[in-house]
């Protein structure tokens, strides 16, 4: 079993930045692939970033790349999302993964365990 906690959502100005951090605990964590999802109101769950157990290997929506950038620390059991220039569209629960064969992968089912969520909202 594997539990996820998100952190560090909250309302921003368009244009700004927030870091999403996802503590991990239970099973390995080092080498299951993690990744972040985001769900706005009235619409599908859909990928944002994934990094894969070494953090060699990382992916990326194309609406967030660039502006975007997916990070872990084994040590720490930790992982993070940095998200910049943020625009009101990025409005949406972000939701932090695991997926314990390492493998990374866009599609929502593909993945073994989810966080509660955490709020982001950015104004415009």
């Known amino acids: 079993q594997v539990q996820l906690v998100e952190s560090g959502g909250g309302l921003v100005q368009a244009g700004g930045s927030l870091r999403l951090s996802c503590a991990a605990s239970?099973?390995?964590?080092?080498?299951?692939?993690m990744g972040w999802f985001r769900q706005a109101p009235g619409k599908e769950r859909l990928f944002v970033a994934a990094i894969s157990g070494s953090g060699w290997h990382i992916d990326y929506a194309d609406s967030v790349k660039g502006r975007f950038t997916v990070s872990r620390d084994n040590s720490k059991n930790t992982v993070s999302l940095q998200m910049n220039s943020l625009t009101p569209e990025d409005t949406a629960v972000y939701y932090c993964?695991?997926?314990?064969?390492?493998?990374?992968?866009?599609?929502?089912?593909?993945?073994?365990?989810w966080g509660q969520g955490t709020q982001v909202t950015v104004s415009s």
């Open positions: 239970g099973r390995t964590f080092s080498g299951s692939a």
């Open positions: 993964v695991a997926r314990i064969s390492g493998i990374l992968a866009t599609h929502v089912n593909m993945w073994d365990y």
